[in-house]
Structures are given as C-alpha cells and as structure tokens.
C-alpha cells in the first residue's frame, strides 16, 4: 500500500495528512500577528528609515496578500488546509503557481515580514524569520507527497522557485 493511500486512511491525530504541520503553522502566524512586538524593558525598533520601512511594509502585505489570494483562487476546489494532496485533483502549474510552487505560503511569508516592518517589531521579524523556516520544512514534506502523486512533479521543481517568487 503506497504511503498516499495509507495516509488517507488515519485519524486526524496521527497527523498522516499534516495536522500538526497545520497546527504549527497556525500558532507561528498567531505569533507574528499577534505575538508581542519587543521585550519589556528592551528598545522599540532601531532600524533607521521609520517611514521607510513603513512604506515597505504596506507595500509588501498589499503583494504578499494578493499573492496568497492568487493561489487560493487558482486552486478553487483542490483547495485544501493540509499539505497533503486532495484526492482527484490535478497538478497546478499556471497562474501564481507558475511563479512559486506554493504562493499560499509564498504569500503568507511575505505578508508577515511586511507586517513586521509595518508595525516596527523586531521580534515579529524573528517569528517571521520563524515561519519562513517552518514553511520551508512544512512544503518539503508537501513535495514529497506531491512528488509521489505526480510524475511530474519533479520537472515542476526545477523550473519554478519554492517559496519567494524571483528570490526562493
């Protein structure tokens, strides 16, 4: 029995499917968003160009947004909240998922360090650092298992970046 099909076929808690890399995803995001800022007693944010980094905060939730927006969208009804493949779709390979393998969290990731530049945090820039560590991992597991499912998968990874479009 292939690894696919065993995995279907578990309960939730066993994470077979992911769970618990969706878990973790979760509270990461939690933290970035609404995690503590600085550590009592530390210095706010020094990095120089306050407005600057404002400015580039906006701008980079507005692309991080509309990026993971894409991919939700481009995916429609294989959409699912685990990293394991919905049985009976198909590989997509257009539309943001000819930019990055995986805009969702492509998206995600540069939505949170926008945000923490938005909001001048330097630990909300460590927990981004975080979850672009844990999403890394997390659509490694993924490929594995889409690897398995697609035959084409492989040719798919060598032509499109993983995770930041033009940049990983």
Request: aromatic share 14%.
């Amino acid at each position: 029995m292939s690894e696919l099909t065993a995995a279907g076929r578990k309960g939730w808690w066993t994470g077979a499917r992911g769970e618990w890399l969706v878990v973790g995803q979760l509270v990461l995001m939690g933290l970035v968003f609404f995690g503590p800022r600085t550590l009592a007693g530390r210095p706010a944010w020094a990095f120089p160009l306050p407005q600057g980094c404002t400015a580039a905060g906006c701008f980079l939730m507005v692309a991080g947004g509309a990026l993971l927006a894409a991919g939700i969208l481009r995916l429609g009804r294989a959409l699912t909240p685990l990293p394991f493949p919905r049985e009976g779709a198909g590989l997509v390979q257009t539309g943001p998922y000819g930019l990055v393998r995986h805009p969702m969290y492509g998206g995600g990731l540069v939505l949170a360090f926008g945000w923490a530049l938005f909001v001048h945090g330097w630990m909300t820039l460590a927990y981004a650092v975080l979850l672009l560590v844990f999403l890394d991992l997390k659509s490694s597991r993924e490929e594995r298992w889409l690897a398995e499912k697609f035959p084409e998968y492989g040719e798919y990874q060598r032509r499109v970046r993983k995770l930041i479009p033009f940049v990983y």
